[in-house]
T-cell receptor, first 115, second 110 residues
Framework: SAVISQKPSRDICQRGTSLTIQCQVD?????MFWYRQQPGQSLTLIAT?????????ESGFVIDKFPISRPNLTFSTLTVSNMSPEDSSIYLC????????????FGSGTQLSVL | GQSLEQPSEVTAVEGAIVQINCTYQ??????LSWYQQHDGGAPTFLSY????GLEETGRFSSFLSRSDSYGYLLLQELQMKDSASYFC???????????FGKGTRLSVIA
């Protein structure tokens, strides 16, 4: 299993600013992902955070807007850049502990509101 | 592309049984997972079907039919604490990430 700590848990930000969300796992994991979830909606994958290399982004998400780092096997950050109210959402960090595993562990999420 | 369809809302009575269906269309299908998410909480893994048939874990069971591109989650002896959103998610071959359905909001009433 894996326990994922994510911070901040919530933030209110001004338009045009940036916020970096941190994700720390209590054990080494093979893969880490970042999802976005609007209240009452499904989870949309932003990107796969690759250790030591550039993240793999899904259609509709770009590195300039959502830069991601993953310096080691237990830590990743997601930055939401040049924020607009449309970026208001819940951002979730997740991980799998073994390659090919079907079980995804999630952090508790960051609720972001952009004014 | 991929698509998953599940009902948006289901209401059931405490103590009853409820079934949440999920149909999917995807290439490279490998298996179907189910996740539970309470309001304000993180999604948590419930079950996974890699093969056709029924998987049982306590009060929860999950079923898969690959030929019908269909699965369901069965919750028995419903409790108030089961009120939550339930997501089916497709696992595809390789190390590709999960693709989630839109979720079914289950309300358990007395």
């Amino acid at each position: 299993s894996a326990v994922i700590s994510q911070k901040p848990s919530r933030d209110i930000c001004q338009r045009g600013t940036s916020l970096t969300i941190q994700c720390q796992v209590d054990s080494q994991v093979t893969m880490m992902f970042w999802y976005r979830q609007q209240p009452g909606q499904s989870l949309t994958l932003i990107a796969t955070a690759n250790q030591g290399s550039e993240a793999t982004y899904e259609s509709g998400f770009v590195i300039d807007k959502f830069p991601i780092s993953r310096p080691n096997l237990t830590f990743s950050t997601l930055t939401v850049s040049n924020m607009s109210p449309e970026d208001s959402s819940i951002y979730l960090c997740s991980a799998i502990t073994q390659t090919g595993s079907e079980k995804l562990f999630f952090g508790s999420g960051t609720q972001l509101s952009v004014l | 592309g991929q698509s998953l369809e599940q009902p948006s809302e289901v209401t059931a009575v405490e103590g009853a049984i409820v079934q949440i269906n999920c149909t999917y269309q995807t290439s490279g299908f490998y298996g179907l997972s189910w996740y539970q998410q309470h309001d304000g909480g993180a999604p948590t893994f419930l079950s996974y079907n890699g093969l056709d048939g029924l998987e049982e874990t306590g009060r929860f069971s999950s079923f898969l039919s690959r030929s019908d591109s269909y699965g369901y989650l069965l919750l028995q002896e419903l409790q108030m604490k089961d009120s939550a959103s339930y997501f089916c998610a497709v696992k595809r071959s390789g190390n590709t990430p999960l693709v989630f359905g839109k979720g079914t909001r289950l309300s358990v009433i007395a």
